[in-house]
Structures are given as structure tokens and as C-alpha cells.
């Protein structure tokens, strides 16, 4: 009957029936299952339409007339945001559409004759997503669907070099205009392949594979329209066998590549792997500690003996050392590498130290290795210099090997 009465029931029938309509709304953005899923066209406000379709498990641009496929990791974010629920729940549809345009996904799954439709409207920090024209919308953060425009889904692919195509790897380096701290420009080198072979004599080889392997294929990390600036520090020409020479043109300060008239921002370790010095940064060619017999710094000279000891000779004689510290100095210069090379007038010089060795094969023939601190050189980096060439020592080896010359007493502790 309609007599009012009070009665007791379980929480959690309670916790139910004090839920709110919002408690209850089905956030996803799309129902369309993922996996049956074979159509996609995307329709903005403001830019040209985008349709997609699947094609043995790729996704493909459905003009027939298109020469590459889309961007696979740009689809799959797609997707990935086309099926992440609403983060900041229900809200009412904004009565007009946005001034900072609107997009419409339609969807269509394997056997589906009509698309699933999603409507995005953005706001200056939300996106409003109205599914299949609902009376209601979706709110989501801007993180999700940020870029729809055709150079996004535009495969990132610049160009794919067989590495057994090319005959040589011409770079050329300039310095920046703007340089505020020394630097290693400008330089330029030619390595070529001789006898369909690398001449790998003064280079690198693991940065030299480093690089064709990034050449192959070259992505782009995101394309641009048109740069606001674009000051090439590097230019690199791939002559290849039977087919023309590839040129490549890049601004290492906004990490901006351009070829054949694309311009595309590249990711910090291709930017590394196309711009970086290709020459051996093997300066000293001390193959193994074992080469070295004498290392002399100031009046103190450092003799290793085949077994492995030392002994320090001074004007007064023979004198009492640390010999993990000597042993530290003989294994830095012997495993001495440039960790960049360097243009001596880029730099305010002071007065250097001056580090003489000799090898176990040659002790008669001394050679010479000058250290200047950074408070000698006007920069925050240890500088070298080895028959004329110059180079940045890491700080770490620096100081092995100065030890001596900064502090004598220390090698005698």
C-alpha cells in the first residue's frame, strides 16, 4: 500500500541507491571494439580530412594515390586516447562549437555498415568529447588527442640507406653564430670505402656504424611545417653506388634536420649519431699499459718496469711514492681518449702542463701531451694537446693524470 514506512537494509545497498547519475555513466569515449576495428577517418574543422584503413595488421592511408603508409606509433596513440576512459567525467555540451576548432573520429568496425562517431570540441585547457551526438559530453584533459593535423600521422621516415649502398660519408661542420662557449668547429671530413671496403684508418668505427644504422632508416621525432629559424651547423652528403648522392642538412642547436625540402625535429641520440665527430678519439695510440716505460711531469719521472712495479726518479734520487696513485696515472694516459676534439683559438690558453712519456718500443723518442685546467683555458673543461691536435680530456682522466703536477705530496703519501 502507500502507507509511509521506515525499514533498515544492508550499506551496501545503500552506497547503491545514494549513487549519483555521474557514479553510474559509461566513460568510455568509443564502444567499437578495438580488435575488430578497420576504419578510421578523422574529420577537423580547420584542416584537410585524414582516413584511414587496415590492411594486414598496418595501417594505411585509403587514398590509393598515397606512396607510404601513416605513421604506426601516431595511430596507435591515437587509439590508445580513443580508448582511455574520461579522466574529468560528465558535463553538458557546450552550447556552441569551440573557437579553437572541432574534430570528428568516425569509426568503423569489420561488417559495421554505419561509423561510430566521436566529436571533439577544445577548450583552452579540456577537451569536450560528445559521442554519436548524445545530449551529454566527456570531459578530458589536453594531454590526450593533441595533434590530429596531417603532418602527425605523416610516416616519420625521412629517407632508408642501405648500408652497402654508399660509398662515402662526407661531413661538414661550421660554427654557430651565436657560440657562447668553445666548441669543436668548424671541421669537416671524407671517409670513402676502397675496394667496396671502409678505410676505417683515423675514424671511429663505432660511431661510423652508429651512424648508418641511424641512416637506415632515418626517423624524424616529429615534422615540422616551416621552422621559425633553420641555421644548418651541419651539412651530410651520402654519395651511394648507381644512385644519387643524399644531402642532409642540420641545425644542432633546435635539433632540426631538412631534406629534399621536409624539415623534421630529430630525437637527442639521432642528433648525436648525425652530428658527432667521426674521427678516432684514440689520440695517443697506447694500445695497452704494457706500452708505456716513463711518464715524466715536472722534475719527477714515473718508470714502469715489465713486471708490473714502478719506481720515481727525482735530481735528488729515487724517491718514496704512492704506487696506487702511480699506477692510477700510467692506466689513465695509457686508456686516454678525447672526448671531443677542440680549436685551440676558441679558447683564452694560459700557461699548460706539460706531461712527457715514453713508450717500452721506443724509449729514446719522447712524447708530448700539455694539460691546461679550466683555469688556464677560460672554459669548465680540461683541454689537450698531442702533435698539434687538440682536444677535451674527460675531468676524471685530467686529474689522474695531474695528480703529480697539482700536487707532488700527494704521491708520496
Not at 554519436?132 to 625521412?158: G, M, W
Not at 648500408?163 to 671530413?189: G, M
Request: net charge negative; aromatic share 8%; hydrophobic share 35%.
Amino acid at each position: 500500500n502507500d502507507t509511509p514506512a521506515i525499514f533498515i537494509i544492508p550499506a551496501r545497498n545503500a552506497d547503491v541507491l545514494a549513487s549519483k547519475i555521474d557514479d553510474v555513466r559509461d566513460l568510455r569515449l568509443v564502444t567499437t571494439r578495438r580488435d575488430q576495428l578497420r576504419e578510421i577517418r578523422i574529420t577537423p574543422s580547420n584542416a584537410p580530412e585524414l582516413h584511414f584503413v587496415l590492411a594486414e595488421g598496418v595501417w594505411r592511408y585509403a587514398d590509393p594515390a598515397a606512396t607510404h603508409n601513416a605513421d604506426q606509433d601516431a595511430v596507435k596513440q591515437l587509439l590508445d586516447d580513443l580508448y582511455a576512459p574520461a579522466d574529468q567525467g560528465a558535463a553538458p555540451v557546450p552550447g556552441r562549437d569551440s573557437p579553437l576548432g572541432n574534430v570528428t573520429i568516425q569509426l568503423t568496425a569489420a561488417g559495421q555498415t554505419e561509423p561510430e562517431t566521436l566529436k571533439l570540441m577544445y577548450g583552452l585547457d579540456t577537451i569536450y568529447a560528445v559521442r554519436n551526438n548524445e545530449p551529454i559530453a566527456y570531459r578530458l584533459s589536453d594531454k590526450c588527442f593533441r595533434d590530429l593535423t596531417p603532418l602527425h600521422f605523416q610516416n616519420r621516415t625521412v629517407i632508408a640507406i642501405n648500408p652497402a649502398d654508399i660509398t662515402a660519408i662526407e661531413s661538414r661542420h661550421i660554427r654557430p653564430d651565436n657560440a657562447t662557449r668553445p666548441t669543436p668547429y668548424p671541421w669537416q671530413l671524407r671517409l670513402a670505402k676502397r675496394d667496396n671496403q671502409w678505410d676505417f684508418a683515423g675514424f671511429d668505427t663505432q660511431r661510423i656504424q652508429n651512424l648508418t644504422t641511424h641512416l637506415n632508416p632515418l626517423r624524424a621525432d616529429q615534422w615540422i611545417a616551416t621552422p621559425l629559424t633553420f641555421n644548418p651547423h651541419c651539412t651530410l652528403r651520402i654519395p651511394r653506388k648507381d644512385q644519387a648522392s643524399i644531402d642532409i642538412s642540420i641545425d644542432t642547436e633546435y635539433m632540426t634536420g631538412q631534406y629534399q625540402g621536409q624539415y623534421f625535429k630529430l630525437s637527442r641520440e639521432t642528433l648525436e649519431a648525425l652530428t658527432t665527430d667521426l674521427r678516432d678519439r684514440d689520440v695517443l695510440a697506447i694500445d695497452d699499459i704494457s706500452d708505456l716505460h716513463t711518464i715524466t711531469l715536472g722534475d719527477h719521472t714515473y718508470t714502469r718496469a715489465d713486471d708490473g712495479s714502478y719506481t720515481v726518479y727525482t735530481p735528488h734520487g729515487n724517491a718514496p711514492f704512492d704506487p696506487q696513485r702511480v699506477a692510477a696515472m700510467f692506466t689513465a694516459l695509457a686508456a686516454c681518449r678525447a672526448d671531443a676534439y677542440a680549436h685551440p683559438e676558441h679558447f683564452k690558453l694560459g700557461t699548460p702542463h706539460t706531461l712527457t712519456f715514453t713508450l717500452a718500443a721506443a724509449p729514446d723518442t719522447p712524447r708530448t701531451l700539455k694539460i691546461w685546467p679550466p683555469s688556464q683555458n677560460g672554459s669548465t673543461r680540461y683541454l689537450a694537446q698531442h702533435n698539434n691536435t687538440t682536444f677535451i680530456l674527460t675531468t676524471r682522466d685530467a686529474e689522474k693524470l695531474l695528480w703529480a703536477a697539482t700536487d707532488p705530496a700527494l704521491m708520496n703519501k
